[in-house]
């Protein structure tokens, strides 16, 4: 009685905690429980009431009783007047009172409720018997990053939200068998933020194939000016799933916290190849939303209030849960977890979570703002003939109209669910048998004495807000002058190894000085405001470093400009632009994983994940990180956009007339990109230089000559390579990952097991 009376406590009663657990109770276990309930359960229960179909059980109340003549009317007889029998039919349609599928859901809700209950409540027990924890979160692990995979495959944009709400679950229950109060954390704001961006986007998806046709992602090609407020909000409930510092990846980022602290070398692999696999998806889907079609006719005037009413309240919601974000983990979870754990977790400073709110909310403006009509002069797309339109129908060399096409890349034969999902169930499923051998074998008791001390370190502190803005205006005023001298250099450099006397060293500064003065001039008015939003992201990544905060979170700034320039480049419509769009997310899906085992590998080495932990070492972190070090070496030719993996850019006119994601590009909005790969150059070269620095003042000489000696080697593999293809991309940056990754992470293996 006293478990019925807690869990009846805890479907009902309503705290936060309660509540993150409860909102995913519509999406996470759906399609299982509804089987259970549909095919199993409710059968034997209507046979014994008379053969009775729950699921049809209705009552018609479109039939009304006039009490005076104690008569029975439809409703269009009320209406008419008792008028034509035609027109009384044509005005009345049959309503249902749905009864039974009402039981069938209140049925479904209480299994829900029970699974994710008990999950929860055994949490912590995870850490104590380490065999069932590892059962747990080796499974949740392996279909996180195998339905985020399965997800690259789909079009469909109902599967693609199927497949990453499965992806999202394994990794929720990840984080439950860790069994670390750091580790639940996340868990509950993995299902809180994941339940409301998710609802936010099936209810964008519903609308859209309701007046577009199709859920087809490919169908959503120019939905910008179909649907231009659905699209926003559809792009804001995207960048809610995957892009940081909205709630989604900040429990990501909180997971991969709690899996360094307690050695869980496979979940931090698994991490940061399936983020990796995750951006990719919702990159390209984004990127398709992003584009503006000046043929396309605006049909959001059909859209009902109603439906208008429920979108809005949801991704107000949604912004408001990022936003008290710091409010929520403060005063309601973290009380939780210290009753529960006897410890509060600590996993990311204030400070950060309110520098997070900041952004957020700059995003949602930028998102969901209207952008005003531009005064630049318009000019057509790039198409390879003479353009009959302003489209993309071009005259070919044959006299012919034609017209360019472009399509995602999703590669089904190699990530489909035919392809991958047997090999995931074989693997989960011997998971599953060697963790019940285990118990049956050793017993639990002596799996108890197992378990693994949890590693503390000091997680975030940082240099607080303060120091964050002072370090973004110091790299804001310093990078562009060291980047711009690093680019002269560059092309020294490549002049002399290719026989030239090449420009002078300033030359790259007049460039940009020319751009800034050229006559403006616009495929569309959207992609001079994402490029300085790049710009501007960048800018605050460099300052996160170099102020001595976190390396993740600059990370992620990083990242969220590489999704900017994307958004700027395919919203033109151009199908090479588009092309370079496509390569640059394929780029960051390539050099993603290493990146983030970098900051593994610093918070190994230093216990921390802030950069200004380096300074205070009695030794350069090279000597604990050198595995992972090579790995970055090895990306930090995609990083940089060289030969021969300068797919999305191709500067210099090394292979190509067009420059990939720049095709459409002029102007202010040209300058903006060169300003902010040269702030990328000087961050870049800067994480190299972190790994030689330690307490002495001669570290910062050597940290300068190793940085100077790794920019020669990638402009010496700049004009020595030719220019290889994605797949070698590809398989350079994962390779490099896993293996050095798995390198550098065996002392974890060594303090736990040994």
Same mark, same amino acid.
């Given at each position: 009685?006293?478990?019925?009376?807690?869990?009846?406590?805890?479907?009902?009663?309503?705290?936060?905690?309660?509540?993150?657990?409860?909102?995913?109770?519509?999406?996470? $276990?759906?399609?299982?429980?509804?089987?259970?309930?549909?095919?199993?359960?409710?059968?034997?229960?209507? %046979?014994?009431?008379?053969?009775?179909?729950?699921?049809?059980?209705?009552?018609? #109340?479109?039939?009304?009783?006039?009490?005076?003549?104690?008569?029975?009317?439809?409703?269009?007889?009320?209406?008419?007047?008792?008028?034509?029998?035609?027109?009384?039919?044509?005005?009345?349609?049959?309503?249902? *009172?749905?009864?039974?599928?009402?039981?069938?859901?209140?049925?479904?809700?209480?299994?829900?409720?029970?699974?994710?209950?008990?999950?929860?409540?055994?949490?912590?027990?995870?850490?104590?018997?380490?065999?069932?924890?590892?059962?747990?979160?080796?499974?949740?692990?392996? @279909?996180?990053?195998?339905?985020?995979?399965?997800? #690259?495959?789909?079009?469909?944009?109902?599967?693609?939200?199927?497949? =990453?709400? #499965?992806?999202?679950?394994?990794?929720?229950?990840?984080?439950?068998?860790?069994?670390?109060?750091?580790?639940? !954390?996340? %868990?509950? $704001?993995?299902?809180?933020?994941?339940?409301?961006?998710?609802?936010?986007?099936?209810?964008?998806?519903?609308?859209?194939?309701?007046?577009?046709?199709?859920?087809?992602?490919?169908?959503?090609?120019?939905?910008?000016?179909?649907?231009?407020?659905?699209?926003?909000?559809?792009?804001?409930?995207?960048?809610?799933?995957?892009?940081?510092?909205?709630?989604?990846?900040?429990?990501?980022?909180?997971?991969?916290?709690?899996?360094?602290?307690?050695?869980?070398?496979?979940?931090?692999?698994?991490?940061?190849?399936?983020?990796?696999?995750?951006?990719?998806?919702?990159?390209?889907?984004?990127?398709?939303?992003?584009?503006?079609?000046?043929?396309?006719?605006?049909?959001?005037?059909?859209?009902?209030?109603?439906?208008?009413?429920?979108?809005?309240?949801?991704?107000?919601?949604?912004?408001?849960? +990022?936003?008290?974000?710091?409010?929520?983990?403060?005063?309601?979870?973290?009380?939780?977890?210290?009753?529960?754990?006897?410890?509060?977790?600590?996993?990311?400073?204030?400070?950060?979570?309110?520098?997070?709110?900041?952004?957020?909310?700059?995003?949602?403006?930028?998102?969901?703002?209207?952008?005003?009509?531009?005064?630049?002069?318009?000019?057509?797309?790039?198409?390879?003939?003479?353009? @009959?339109?302003?489209?993309?129908?071009?005259?070919?060399?044959?006299?012919?109209?034609?017209?360019?096409?472009?399509?995602?890349?999703?590669?089904?034969?190699?990530?489909?669910?035919?392809?991958?999902?047997?090999?995931?169930?074989?693997?989960?499923?011997?998971?599953?048998?060697?963790?019940?051998?285990? +118990?049956?074998?050793?017993?639990?008791?002596?799996?108890?004495?197992?378990?693994?001390?949890?590693?503390?370190?000091?997680?975030?502190?940082?240099?607080?807000?303060?120091? /964050?803005?002072?370090?973004?205006?110091?790299? %804001?005023?310093?990078?562009?002058?060291?980047?711009?001298?690093?680019?002269?250099?560059?092309?020294?450099?490549?002049?002399?190894?290719?026989?030239?006397?090449?420009?002078?060293?300033?030359?790259?500064?007049?460039?940009?000085?020319?751009?800034?003065?050229?006559?403006?001039? =616009?495929?569309?008015?959207?992609?001079?405001?994402?490029?300085?939003?790049?710009?501007?992201?960048?800018?605050?990544?460099?300052?996160?470093?170099?102020?001595?905060?976190?390396?993740?979170?600059?990370?992620?700034?990083?990242?969220?400009?590489?999704?900017?320039?994307?958004?700027?480049?395919?919203?033109?419509?151009?199908? $090479?632009?588009?092309?370079?769009?496509?390569?640059?997310?394929?780029?960051?899906?390539?050099?993603?994983?290493?990146?983030?085992?970098?900051?593994?590998?610093?918070?190994?080495?230093?216990?921390?994940?802030?950069?200004?932990?380096?300074?205070?070492?009695?030794?350069?972190?090279?000597?604990?990180?050198?595995?992972?070090?090579?790995?970055?070496?090895?990306? &930090?030719?995609?990083?940089?956009?060289?030969?021969?993996?300068?797919?999305?850019?191709?500067?210099?006119?090394?292979?190509? /007339?067009?420059?990939?994601?720049?095709?459409?590009?002029?102007?202010?909005?040209?300058?903006?990109?060169?300003?902010?790969?040269?702030?990328?150059?000087?961050?870049?070269?800067?994480?190299?230089?972190?790994?030689?620095?330690?307490?002495?003042?001669?570290? !910062?000489?050597?940290? &300068?000559?190793?940085?100077?000696?790794?920019?020669?080697?990638?402009?010496?593999?700049?004009?020595?390579?030719?220019?290889?293809?994605?797949?070698?991309?590809?398989?350079?940056? *994962?390779?490099?990952?896993?293996?050095?990754?798995?390198?550098?992470?065996?002392?974890?293996?060594?303090?736990?097991?040994?």
């Amino acid at each position: 009685m006293a478990f019925l009376k807690e869990f009846k406590e805890f479907a009902l009663k309503g705290n936060v905690m309660d509540m993150a657990v409860g909102v995913i109770i519509g999406g996470a $276990f759906g399609k299982i429980v509804s089987s259970l309930v549909n095919d199993i359960l409710m059968p034997p229960i209507g %046979a014994l009431i008379g053969n009775t179909d729950f699921s049809q059980l209705r009552l018609d #109340i479109s039939k009304v009783r006039d009490v005076t003549s104690n008569a029975m009317h439809s409703v269009g007889d009320m209406v008419t007047g008792g008028g034509d029998p035609a027109q009384a039919a044509a005005a009345a349609e049959p309503i249902y *009172w749905n009864y039974g599928a009402f039981i069938q859901q209140c049925v479904d809700f209480t299994i829900l409720a029970l699974c994710v209950f008990l999950m929860v409540k055994l949490s912590p027990l995870y850490a104590i018997y380490p065999v069932t924890g590892f059962m747990v979160t080796s499974v949740g692990a392996i @279909t996180f990053l195998l339905a985020a995979l399965m997800a #690259i495959s789909q079009s469909n944009a109902k599967r693609v939200l199927a497949y =990453s709400t #499965i992806s999202n679950l394994g990794l929720i229950s990840a984080c439950l068998g860790v069994g670390a109060p750091e580790a639940v !954390w996340a %868990a509950i $704001f993995l299902i809180l933020f994941h339940t409301v961006a998710k609802s936010l986007l099936f209810l964008c998806v519903g609308t859209a194939e309701h007046h577009i046709g199709s859920r087809n992602i490919e169908d959503m090609d120019g939905m910008f000016s179909r649907m231009p407020h659905l699209t926003r909000l559809m792009m804001l409930g995207i960048m809610g799933m995957f892009v940081a510092p909205f709630g989604m990846l900040v429990s990501k980022w909180g997971a991969l916290v709690a899996f360094a602290q307690t050695g869980n070398v496979l979940m931090i692999m698994v991490l940061a190849f399936g983020s990796a696999a995750t951006f990719f998806f919702w990159g390209k889907w984004l990127a398709k939303l992003s584009g503006v079609d000046p043929t396309a006719q605006n049909v959001e005037v059909n859209v009902h209030k109603t439906e208008w009413m429920a979108l809005n309240t949801i991704a107000a919601l949604l912004i408001l849960c +990022c936003v008290a974000f710091p409010v929520i983990s403060s005063g309601l979870v973290s009380p939780y977890l210290a009753m529960v754990f006897g410890r509060v977790p600590y996993v990311i400073g204030k400070d950060a979570m309110y520098l997070m709110v900041v952004i957020v909310a700059f995003i949602a403006v930028v998102l969901l703002t209207s952008f005003r009509v531009s005064n630049k002069p318009h000019v057509n797309v790039y198409l390879s003939g003479v353009g @009959t339109d302003n489209y993309r129908h071009f005259r070919g060399s044959m006299g012919h109209e034609v017209k360019a096409e472009k399509r995602n890349w999703y590669s089904e034969d190699a990530l489909g669910e035919k392809r991958i999902g047997p090999a995931g169930s074989v693997v989960c499923c011997s998971i599953i048998l060697f963790a019940l051998l285990c +118990c049956a074998w050793i017993g639990p008791e002596r799996l108890a004495m197992s378990a693994p001390s949890v590693l503390r370190g000091k997680y975030f502190e940082g240099s607080g807000v303060v120091g /964050i803005f002072i370090g973004t205006v110091a790299f %804001a005023l310093l990078a562009p002058l060291v980047g711009g001298l690093i680019d002269g250099v560059d092309r020294k450099l490549s002049a002399r190894m290719q026989g030239r006397v090449g420009p002078r060293l300033l030359q790259p500064f007049y460039d940009v000085a020319k751009l800034l003065r050229k006559a403006p001039a =616009s495929v569309n008015t959207m992609d001079d405001t994402y490029m300085a939003c790049a710009l501007i992201f960048t800018v605050v990544g460099g300052g996160i470093f170099v102020s001595g905060s976190n390396t993740l979170l600059c990370a992620f700034m990083v990242t969220l400009a590489a999704i900017f320039v994307v958004l700027a480049s395919a919203s033109t419509q151009s199908p $090479f632009a588009q092309v370079g769009a496509d390569r640059e997310l394929l780029q960051v899906m390539s050099y993603e994983p290493a990146v983030l085992l970098m900051s593994v590998g610093l918070y190994l080495a230093t216990d921390s994940f802030d950069s200004i932990a380096v300074t205070g070492q009695s030794a350069p972190i090279i000597a604990y990180s050198a595995p992972i070090f090579l790995a970055l070496l090895a990306v &930090l030719t995609i990083k940089l956009r060289k030969s021969p993996f300068d797919l999305s850019y191709s500067h210099h006119a090394h292979q190509e /007339i067009v420059q990939g994601v720049a095709t459409e590009m002029s102007g202010g909005t040209l300058a903006k990109m060169t300003l902010m790969h040269w702030c990328e150059t000087v961050l870049f070269l800067m994480w190299v230089g972190m790994f030689f620095v330690w307490d002495n003042p001669v570290s !910062w000489v050597v940290a &300068l000559v190793v940085m100077v000696a790794t920019y020669f080697v990638e402009v010496l593999i700049d004009n020595t390579f030719a220019r290889s293809t994605w797949r070698s991309c590809f398989k350079l940056g *994962w390779g490099v990952a896993l293996v050095f990754g798995l390198l550098n992470l065996m002392p974890i293996l060594v303090d736990v097991f040994i």
